[in-house]
């Protein structure tokens, strides 16, 4: 029982003199390094896991080097421990570096770590290199390995929907041993699986609307669907059931079911054991939920759509003791039902199979809904964030800049916080954005801008020499906006004038160099991290692309680009590889009591103007990977990475006339989006053109204590997605042929980005 | 926002609007900050700027004692009236009140320095 190890520690008093003299002896010249590394894990364990580590002896050991991050299994573990004394668990966590022991009794955790502190236990076959333990005493687990009062915004979890009698008769009513047709039922790798109305294709992460199975629903769930209806939390009748059935030790990888393949509100009912879920938000929010027997799980909005959910493969979870305190309870077998209605969207014969997402717009006012969600609000609720935590200018456009005859007139499109404003101050430039928090700064430092949108750019026709348009058109949603905002900047040129756009660039792969930094594993994804990559690869990557390579698979415009300037010694690479893997769907559960059932959607203005308040103090992650970070001396290229989330951002402003003032339909809209449009994983290609990229305000006060309820909140929300468009190679060019009044100079790709310098011609 | 700017500005974006040029100022807060002068580059402003409409909006903001109603004609090496161009280009600033179309009335608010400039989606 952990409970009782954890009140142990208070009677093994043990001086750590003693300990550290111990350790020195045995050590020699390497207790310093050693010393120091503890306290280097102090320092780690106290900022990320929220765990203190303990002056005198525990029964639990926290072992640096000997976590999953580092290669280590827990068998090894184990098999290193298991000789000072009985473990009661031994607690892998994923990514981390670190793993926790646990020992029945105090005597033998201060034995082990007589032992093995400082300990090296050598490479194996499958772990290359060898891996020194540092250990330190704990008196507790990191609070992501036990439940969470805290729910998922959007997550409900009903007790004791059914009873245990009726849970019986519908396990009993599972025949496992003789399923009918071979779809319905698999022995997937971790769990077993039946499915009843459409088989869940797990090869095609879908359903087939047009090969339902034989047996629906059956009846005999009529009962407990009827209640969850009941409920009011879900509004379509399932149609289809995954019956998935867990042995002690098995679990299912972190995924969302596939949003395209069912409608919002998933539910999940949990018979036989409990289990921990784990529900991750792409900002690396981790919510441990306790699924008890007989409780019912149900998935809305940002649950369903933006968190992941999982369980991680263990034979135990720790969960509250009946007298208070933690304890460990194992698991049993446990079998979950998911009920869930296919949407009837069908799967798309794509190259990737996962093209059906493509965004439809139906019209231009959708198009401007989503952009006003997902584009301005989102920048002027990060603007002060945004602002500070970049940026320098990009060599290349201030290159540019610089060389503009003395008096250049130049308007700056999307001008952000003002960075290219200064750049050369013989010209005058003029910045517009749609941002007012971004123009404020501006004016702040004393750059001359104006609030403005792209679509209506409020300069005089033909009077500026020149327009930057810097990341901005892959802010718009349909072609239709991006040609009509080249259009506008090509207006307000005179004849002759030069156009300079920028837009992200799909082919991040451009540097292939990058896919192998991707595979890295050691880097903690929630740091920005220092990378490089030499001179060499990235001139060979360069040139396999123009060749053939992936890049001209994607090409659907005939002619080449002059792409592939790659003039910068380094390349940055974008984040950690947050994965989730986005496997099939299926399990889920869990709940409040039925009278503390309530869905967190909305924030109110208050808590927005608090939150944006708070940015300032924030640390942050840095949007699409920034070509200015790979000039750092060092030869690094910083790289920042952003991650997720849909925080419902009620507005007041300008920007909401956009909206005809019905910000009640904001929460819906964006879980619109959020089913429609991928969620890009920082660190990996984009799978398709048109995204939402998270954007985290890293709230480093957001351990919020206090918890009022058993209901999803999401008060420290703080991280925002934004619509990009990104561009195929090509893409830009052939946008900008479109119109007569332009011809295409030169186009290059610089960092990540698709870039064409524009001549204004005259017309004729 | 200074008049350099303003001089920039058009409300033809408003739908029907066709001209929008130049806009009117209804200042309620007007400052003038000392910016370092530098002759050169103003005598290469000077052709991009429309001067009536730096006269208008000097008048709107009740700065335009001795502004010559003409560009010099020698202006680039006219220090005198480059000064004077330097002061109402770059040194007033209006920090608080409104810019009019002057075909439809419409007015955009300038609030902390800044023009919004911003239109509801029906009026694009």
Same mark, same amino acid.
């Given at each position: 029982m952990l409970d009782s190890f954890l009140q142990n520690d208070t009677v093994h008093l043990c001086n750590i003199k003693n300990m550290e003299a111990l350790s020195d002896i045995k050590l020699g010249k390497t207790g310093k390094k050693l010393k120091k590394k503890q306290a280097r894990l102090r320092h780690t364990l106290l900022k990320h896991d929220g765990i203190e580590i303990q002056d005198r002896p525990t029964n639990i050991l926290c072992v640096n080097n000997a976590g999953l991050d580092t290669g280590m299994t827990r068998d090894e573990v184990f098999e290193v421990f298991c000789k000072y004394g009985e473990t009661d668990d031994i607690l892998m966590l994923p990514k981390k570096p670190y793993c926790f022991v646990c020992y029945k009794l105090v005597e033998n955790a201060e034995e082990a770590y007589v032992h093995l502190n400082g300990y090296t236990i050598p490479a194996t076959d499958t772990r290359k290199t060898s891996c020194t333990f540092y250990i330190s005493f704990v008196s507790k687990v990191p609070e992501s390995l036990s439940p969470s009062n805290k729910l998922p915004p959007g997550l409900i979890l009903l007790h004791d929907i059914i009873s245990k009698e009726y849970g019986q008769r519908?396990?009993?009513?599972?025949?496992?041993?003789?399923?009918?047709?071979?779809?319905?039922?698999?022995?997937?790798?971790?769990?077993?699986?039946?499915?009843?109305?459409?088989?869940?294709?797990?090869?095609?992460?879908?359903?087939?609307?047009?090969?339902?199975?034989?047996?629906?629903?059956?009846?005999?769930?009529?009962?407990?669907?009827?209640?969850?209806?009941? !409920?009011?939390?879900?509004?379509? !009748?399932?149609?289809? =059931?995954?019956?998935?059935?867990?042995?002690?030790?098995?679990?299912?990888?972190?995924?969302?079911?596939?949003?395209?393949?069912?409608?919002?509100?998933?539910?999940?009912?949990?018979?036989?054991?409990?289990?921990?879920?784990?529900?991750?938000?792409?900002?690396?929010?981790?919510?441990?939920? =306790?699924?008890?027997?007989?409780? =019912?799980?149900?998935?809305?909005?940002?649950?369903?759509?933006?968190?992941?959910?999982?369980?991680?493969?263990?034979?135990?979870?720790?969960?509250?003791?009946?007298?208070?305190?933690?304890?460990?309870?194992?698991?049993?077998?446990?079998?979950?039902?998911?009920?869930? #209605?296919?949407?009837?969207?069908?799967?798309?014969?794509?190259?990737?199979?996962?093209?059906?997402?493509?965004?439809?717009?139906?019209?231009?006012?959708?198009?401007?809904?989503?952009?006003?969600?997902?584009?301005?609000?989102?920048?002027?609720?990060?603007?002060?964030?945004? %602002?500070?935590?970049?940026?320098?200018?990009?060599?290349?456009?201030?290159?540019?800049?610089?060389?503009?005859?003395?008096?250049?007139?130049?308007?700056?499109?999307?001008?952000?916080?003002?960075?290219?404003?200064?750049?050369?101050?013989?010209?005058?430039?003029?910045?517009?954005?749609?941002?007012?928090?971004?123009?404020?700064?501006?004016?702040?430092?004393?750059?001359?801008?104006?609030?403005?949108?792209?679509?209506?750019?409020?300069?005089?026709?033909?009077?500026?020499?020149?327009?930057?348009?810097?990341?901005?058109?892959?802010?718009?949603? !349909?072609?239709?906006?991006?040609?009509?905002?080249?259009?506008?900047?090509?207006?307000?040129?005179?004849?002759?004038?030069?156009?300079?756009?920028?837009?992200?660039?799909?082919?991040?792969?451009?540097?292939?160099?990058?896919?192998?930094?991707?595979?890295?594993?050691?880097?903690?994804?929630?740091?920005?991290?220092?990378?490089?990559?030499?001179?060499?690869?990235?001139?060979?990557?360069?040139?396999?692309?123009?060749?053939?390579?992936?890049?001209?698979?994607?090409?659907?415009? !005939?002619?080449?680009?002059?792409?592939?300037?790659?003039?910068?010694?380094?390349?940055?690479?974008?984040?950690?590889?947050?994965?989730?893997?986005?496997?099939?769907?299926?399990?889920?559960?869990?709940?409040?009591?039925?009278?503390?059932?309530?869905?967190?959607?909305?924030?109110?203005?208050?808590?927005?103007?608090?939150?944006? #308040?708070?940015?300032?103090?924030?640390?942050?992650?840095?949007?699409?990977?920034?070509?200015?970070?790979?000039?750092?001396?060092?030869?690094?290229?910083?790289?920042?990475?952003?991650?997720?989330?849909?925080?419902?951002?009620?507005?007041?402003?300008?920007?909401?006339? =956009?909206?005809?003032?019905?910000?009640?339909?904001? %929460?819906?809209?964006?879980?619109?989006?959020?089913?429609?449009?991928?969620?890009?994983?920082?660190?990996?290609q984009f799978k398709q053109q048109d995204i939402l990229v998270p954007w985290q305000l890293k709230n480093k006060t957001q351990n919020n204590k206090d918890i009022k309820s058993e209901i999803g909140e999401c008060k420290d929300a703080s991280t925002f997605h934004r619509f990009y468009h990104v561009f195929k190679q090509g893409e830009l060019e052939a946008l900008c042929r479109e119109l007569e009044c332009c011809k295409v100079i030169n186009s290059y790709y610089d960092q990540g980005n698709w870039a064409v310098m524009l001549e204004k011609v005259v017309a004729l | 926002m200074k008049l350099i700017t303003h001089n920039m500005l058009t409300s033809n974006i408003i739908k029907g609007v066709t001209k929008g040029y130049p806009l009117g100022i209804i200042p309620r807060k007007v400052e003038v900050k000392d910016v370092d002068y530098n002759p050169e580059f103003l005598a290469r402003m000077i052709p991009n700027m429309d001067w009536s409409a730096v006269c208008k909006a000097a008048k709107d903001v009740g700065h335009d004692e001795g502004l010559p109603q003409e560009i010099a004609p020698n202006f680039t090496e006219n220090d005198e009236f480059l000064k004077a161009a330097h002061r109402v280009l770059l040194e007033i600033e209006v920090v608080e009140g409104d810019l009019v179309c002057p075909e439809s009335g419409r007015k955009f608010p300038v609030s902390n320095g800044v023009p919004n400039m911003l239109l509801k989606e029906e009026e694009a």
């Open positions: 519908l396990l009993d009513s599972i025949n496992w041993k003789e399923p009918t047709i071979q779809a319905q039922q698999r022995e997937l790798k971790h769990r077993r699986v039946k499915h009843y109305g459409y088989e869940f294709k797990y090869g095609i992460n879908n359903v087939d609307p047009d090969d339902p199975l034989p047996e629906g629903i059956p009846t005999l769930c009529n009962d407990v669907i009827k209640q969850a209806l009941q !409920t009011g939390h879900v509004k379509f !009748t399932p149609d289809q =059931l995954t019956i998935n059935q867990y042995e002690p030790g098995q679990g299912i990888p972190p995924h969302v079911d596939t949003p395209s393949a069912f409608e919002d509100g998933i539910m999940s009912l949990s018979l036989g054991s409990q289990v921990l879920m784990d529900f991750r938000h792409p900002d690396g929010q981790h919510l441990s939920v =306790l699924l008890p027997p007989c409780s =019912l799980l149900i998935m809305t909005g940002e649950s369903r759509y933006i968190w992941s959910h999982g369980i991680t493969p263990r034979k135990s979870d720790i969960i509250p003791a009946p007298g208070g305190g933690l304890t460990l309870a194992p698991r049993g077998l446990r079998t979950s039902f998911t009920f869930r #209605k296919i949407t009837g969207v069908k799967e798309s014969q794509t190259l990737e199979g996962r093209d059906y997402k493509h965004t439809v717009l139906e019209n231009d006012d959708a198009a401007a809904k989503l952009e006003n969600v997902h584009v301005h609000q989102v920048y002027d609720n990060i603007a002060d964030h945004f %602002s500070g935590t970049r940026h320098s200018p990009w060599p290349r456009i201030s290159e540019f800049l610089k060389q503009l005859p003395v008096g250049s007139l130049v308007a700056d499109i999307g001008c952000g916080n003002g960075k290219y404003l200064g750049v050369n101050n013989q010209i005058c430039m003029i910045g517009s954005d749609r941002s007012q928090n971004l123009v404020k700064i501006c004016r702040e430092r004393n750059y001359l801008a104006i609030i403005s949108d792209i679509l209506s750019i409020p300069l005089r026709t033909e009077s500026f020499d020149v327009a930057i348009c810097i990341a901005v058109i892959h802010h718009l949603s !349909t072609k239709d906006r991006r040609l009509r905002a080249l259009s506008e900047l090509l207006r307000i040129v005179r004849p002759k004038g030069k156009v300079l756009v920028y837009v992200w660039a799909m082919e991040q792969e451009l540097h292939q160099v990058k896919s192998k930094y991707l595979k890295e594993k050691h880097f903690d994804n929630t740091e920005p991290m220092l990378l490089s990559c030499d001179q060499q690869e990235v001139e060979k990557s360069s040139k396999s692309c123009n060749d053939l390579g992936e890049m001209a698979r994607l090409q659907s415009q !005939t002619e080449a680009c002059s792409a592939s300037i790659i003039e910068d010694k380094k390349c940055s690479v974008a984040g950690s590889p947050n994965i989730q893997a986005k496997h099939e769907c299926t399990d889920i559960v869990e709940s409040p009591n039925l009278n503390k059932l309530t869905i967190c959607h909305d924030h109110s203005n208050k808590e927005l103007t608090e939150s944006s #308040k708070k940015l300032n103090d924030q640390h942050i992650m840095v949007d699409h990977f920034d070509p200015c970070s790979s000039s750092s001396e060092n030869g690094n290229a910083s790289v920042a990475m952003e991650k997720i989330v849909a925080i419902d951002t009620k507005q007041t402003g300008p920007q909401i006339d =956009l909206e005809n003032g019905h910000t009640d339909s904001q %929460s819906e809209e964006k879980m619109k989006w959020a089913k429609r449009l991928e969620v890009h994983v920082n660190r990996t | -």
